[in-house]
Structure formats: structure tokens, C-alpha cells
């Protein structure tokens, strides 16, 4: 655990849109330590939701390097890839993509039934993980049949119920109301934020930055700034 817990150095990424070509990422740099909670920031279109993808390994990038947790992703085979991020990342979106088909423990028991773990003991720690959020006495309900901020809270307990060591949010409070997205970020410090682990999370919404314990700004494709104290943006 020495050493920064996510390393981005000079990243290029680039996509090509027919004949055009979009540089996204122009040498973007970051780290995040270890316990952190680190929110990104920047105009829409900069590179944001690109540097996230990166990051979790799911977007190969032209130069630069990526290091999560000392692995460096460049040295990564798909399937090492694939296993990596099973084991390490959870993902929390805007949308919370929950499966409209299952219920709420259903949903919740997805990342350990893919991790192997027996259907029985998935739904027991699936129920344990959604009673922490104040959703136990919704255990058999289906998605659309709860509200924004409570799918909200699935989608988290679904991103967190196997442990992983870092979560990526993109846009986590985008869709939902002042209430409830002061609830998400604080159920995010309680739940994912320890001494072990990392969360990055990009937002548009400046009614969260209480919650960070620091912000990087970008803009451009790149990593322009920070907030290096943002110790003053803490609320009573
Ligand atoms: N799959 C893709 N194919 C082509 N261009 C893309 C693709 N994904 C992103 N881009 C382009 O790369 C740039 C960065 O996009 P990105 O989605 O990272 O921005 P963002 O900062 O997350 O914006 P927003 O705040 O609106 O979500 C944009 O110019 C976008 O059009
Ligand atoms: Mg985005």
C-alpha cells in the first residue's frame, strides 16, 4: 500500500470519427492515494468520462501510462483485464443500469455470482449489503417500482457488495434530486471510502464537492488543475 493507489502519466487517447480523429485525452496526469476520495471535474466534453474508461481498462490508449494499484495496464492481456476489473472495480453511473427483469437482491447479487459465489450466499450478502442502505424491506422489489434515489442505492450496493477496491463513479447524483444526492455521497464515504481503496468520481454537481477530500479540474484533455485545499469546501 506504498505509493499512490491509481497512477495516470501523460495519457493519449484519440478516436476517429469517420475522417475527423478527436484527440480526447492530450497527456492527461493524475493520482489518486490510497483512501481517497477524488472527484473530477470539467466542462462537458473535455475528456472526463474517457480518463474513467482508462482507467478501468476498458478503452486501450495510444501513449502514456495507466497504473492501478501497481499493475500496470499496459502489460495486461484482455482476459487478465477482464479478471483484474471483476476483482477490483465497482462502477456507479448516472444511469443506474440496473436489470429490469430482476429484483432488487437479484440485482444487488450479479458482481458475486459472477465471482463464483454460490447463488444462496450471493443473496444473503446482497440483503445484508441493501439493509445497510436502508433498503431491506425492498429486498423483492423490481427496479421501476422504486424511486430514483432508491435505484440509485441498488446500483450502489450492486458496485460495492464485493468489496472492491476501487469505485468509479461517472455522474453518480446527475439524475436525482438535492436530498438524494447528498444521501448517495454520504453512503459513498461510509461505504467506500477506507484506508485500502480509492474512489474517482466525475461530476457536474458543485453541491457535492463537500465530499471530496480533493478535486482535479480538466479541461481540454488534460488535468489543468486542483483544488488543493478543498479542506475549507468541508461542511459543519
Ligand atoms: N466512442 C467515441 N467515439 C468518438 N468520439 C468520442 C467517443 N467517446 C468520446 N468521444 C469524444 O471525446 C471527447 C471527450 O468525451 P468524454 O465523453 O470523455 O467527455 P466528458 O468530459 O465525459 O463529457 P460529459 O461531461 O458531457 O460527459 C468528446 O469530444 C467526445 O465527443
Ligand atoms: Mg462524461
Known sequence: MSGPAIVVREVVKSFSNGDARVLALKGASLEAAFGELLMIVGPSGCGKT???SVICGTLAFEEGEVSVFGHDLRGMGNGEM????RENIGFIFQQFNLIPTLTTVENVSVPLLLRGCSK??????????LEKVGLGDKLRAY???????QQQRVAISRALVHEPR??????????????AGHRTLELLRESAVHPGRCVLLVTH???IYPFADRIVQMDD????????????????
Do not use: N, W, Y
Request: net charge positive; charged share 20%.
Open 166 to 179: 476501487l469505485v468509479i463513479c461517472d455522474e453518480p447524483t446527475a439524475s436525482l434530486d438535492a436530498a
Open 205 to 207: 454537481d458543485s453541491r
Open 120 to 129: 444462496k450466499s450471493a443473496q444473503a450478502r446482497a440483503a445484508a449489503m
Open 82 to 85: 477482464t479478471r483484474f476489473r
Open 143 to 149: 427496479p421501476a417500482q422504486l424511486s430514483g434515489g
Open 50 to 52: 474517457t480518463l474513467l
Open 221 to 236: 484533455g488534460r488535468v489543468t488543475g486542483q483544488f488543493s485545499d478543498p479542506s475549507h469546501l468541508h461542511h459543519a
